[in-house]
T-cell receptor, first 112, second 116 residues
Framework: KQEVTQIPAALSVPEGENLVLNCSFTDSAIYNLQWFRQDPGKGLTSLLLIQSSQREQTSGRLNASLDKSSGRSTLYIAASQPGDSATYLC???WGQGGKLIFGQGTELSVKP | EAQVTQNPRYLITVTGKKLTVTCSQNMNHEYMSWYRQDPGLGLRQIYY???????DKGDVPEGYKVSRKEKRNFPLILESPSPNQTSLYFC???????????????FGEGSRLTVL
């Protein structure tokens, strides 16, 4: 069965710290993996998408890596800020369309 | 502005009263999908569509219907809502992944539904 897991469920860090969020998935034959941010009561905002043929993607202070062989992706956030506080979700797509499975998310709190 | 629009954003209804949540996108995306988000269960896919007149079940389709008569619209229909369908619903769309397209998914703002 295809599953996506995010650990920890919640994380609290002081401002300025570099941090890593984890996403694990079963079945390494993924098509792509996408990281999202969700603010309370809001929709999901796309952060980064990694295709199965890629090892990493970068956008500003964010860097996402993909290791299919170990079934893992990490989202690295450099120099965290209070405005980064949100829930971060990863979603895995197996196949070009169709089903997309989300992890349960990591709730990040960055303290000033 | 490129966007996915859902309506209504908030709705309180009673058991058994049919309702429709609309979803519209202006990006000419082939792929559209509905999700529900519940505490402790995360986001679960209800139905998806890969093009006009093509729909398929996600992980939790029971109690829901969808239709895709036009490319831009993908309404979610609850024929006889029940309290266990109280949830936050999201619509999303993308180009089909493959070729030039990464299949990046774009989400609407969500529709909070309460069934009494």
């Amino acid at each position: 069965k295809q599953e996506v897991t995010q650990i920890p469920a919640a994380l609290s860090v002081p401002e300025g710290e570099n941090l890593v969020l984890n996403c694990s998935f079963t079945d390494s034959a993924i098509y792509n993996l996408q990281w999202f941010r969700q603010d309370p009561g809001k929709g999901l905002t796309s952060l980064l998408l990694i295709q199965s043929s890629q090892r990493e993607q970068t956008s500003g202070r964010l860097n996402a890596s993909l290791d299919k062989s170990s079934g893992r992706s990490t989202l690295y956030i450099a120099a965290s800020q209070p405005g980064d506080s949100a829930t971060y979700l990863c979603a895995v797509r197996w196949g070009q369309g169709g089903k997309l499975i989300f992890g349960q998310g990591t709730e990040l709190s960055v303290k000033p | 502005e490129a966007q996915v629009t859902q309506n209504p954003r908030y709705l309180i209804t009673v058991t058994g009263k049919k309702l429709t949540v609309t979803c519209s996108q202006n990006m000419n995306h082939e792929y559209m999908s509905w999700y529900r988000q519940d505490p402790g269960l995360g986001l679960r896919q209800i139905y998806y569509s890969m093009n006009v007149e093509v729909t398929d079940k996600g992980d939790v389709p029971e109690g829901y219907k969808v239709s895709r008569k036009e490319k831009r619209n993908f309404p979610l229909i609850l024929e006889s809502p029940s309290p266990n369908q109280t949830s936050l619903y999201f619509c999303a769309s993308s180009f089909l992944a493959g070729g030039w397209s990464t299949g990046e998914l774009f989400f609407g703002e969500g529709s909070r539904l309460t069934v009494l």
